[in-house]
């Protein structure tokens, strides 16, 4: 679907066959339930995106660009590597679901991760970013059993509530990195 740069807010909703979808004038624009969905093309003007049970694989969070729906990647089972360093207001960090992601790039200016967040993220490897990162909720990596690499591994040093991370599954070169005994 190509929309003219004149459309400024797309909203689509269980579009099944779906699979590209070019929004160049679009300020805010919500996909959800589009398992075949793959691709989107937008400009600078982008400030929210929503994109659910989608078929995307790969995001780079345009500038200026902010999630303000908790769920806004929830359930992206094709989604293996995520920008949002760039993301201006990130009300919520929530991927859960997320089966297949890899590689998240969080911005360095969050000071928190949501409930659940990475909740489901059985294959995540890599987070890279949140450098301001203050507080963690025991349930925010939950089955995330593939933890290998955390840029900003200095929160976890100052998590003092045994029962987070008990509840957290690291991998043995993570546990080292972090140097936490679990």
Same mark, same amino acid.
């Not at 624009?29 to 003007?45: T, V």
């Not at 489901?120 to 970013?129: D, Q, T, V």
């Given at each position: 679907i190509y929309? +003219?740069?004149?459309?400024?807010?797309?909203? #689509? $909703?269980?579009?099944?066959?779906?699979r590209f979808v070019s929004a160049m004038g679009a300020e805010s624009i919500s996909i959800c339930h589009s398992?075949?969905?793959? &691709?989107? %093309?937008?400009? %600078?003007? @982008? &400030?929210?995106?929503?994109?659910?049970?989608?078929?995307? !694989?790969?995001?780079? !969070? +345009?500038?200026? *660009?902010? @999630? %303000?729906?908790?769920?806004?990647? $929830?359930? *992206?089972s094709n989604l293996r590597k995520i920008d949002l360093s760039n993301c201006k207001d990130l009300e919520y960090v929530c991927f859960s679901d997320c089966s297949n992601l890899v590689d998240i790039? =969080? +911005?360095?200016?969050? %000071?928190?991760l949501d409930t659940k967040a990475f909740s489901g993220c059985r294959?995540? /490897?890599?987070? /890279?970013?949140?450098?301001?990162?203050?507080? =963690?909720? /025991?349930?925010?990596?939950?089955d995330c059993y593939s933890l290998e690499f955390i840029d900003n591994w200095t929160f976890f040093k100052n998590v003092e509530?045994?029962? =987070? =991370?008990?509840? @957290?599954?690291?991998?043995k070169e993570i546990t080292n990195q972090i140097g936490?005994? #679990?």
């Amino acid at each position: 679907i190509y929309y +003219p740069i004149s459309v400024k807010n797309v909203d #689509i $909703r269980n579009a099944q066959t779906l699979r590209f979808v070019s929004a160049m004038g679009a300020e805010s624009i919500s996909i959800c339930h589009s398992p075949y969905l793959e &691709r989107i %093309k937008f400009g %600078k003007s @982008l &400030r929210n995106i929503y994109l659910p049970y989608t078929g995307i !694989m790969e995001f780079s !969070m +345009p500038q200026k *660009c902010g @999630l %303000k729906y908790s769920d806004a990647f $929830r359930g *992206c089972s094709n989604l293996r590597k995520i920008d949002l360093s760039n993301c201006k207001d990130l009300e919520y960090v929530c991927f859960s679901d997320c089966s297949n992601l890899v590689d998240i790039t =969080l +911005p360095n200016n969050i %000071k928190s991760l949501d409930t659940k967040a990475f909740s489901g993220c059985r294959n995540l /490897k890599i987070i /890279k970013g949140g450098e301001q990162v203050e507080a =963690l909720n /025991k349930a925010t990596f939950e089955d995330c059993y593939s933890l290998e690499f955390i840029d900003n591994w200095t929160f976890f040093k100052n998590v003092e509530d045994e029962k =987070l =991370l008990a509840n @957290l599954y690291f991998t043995k070169e993570i546990t080292n990195q972090i140097g936490i005994v #679990i």
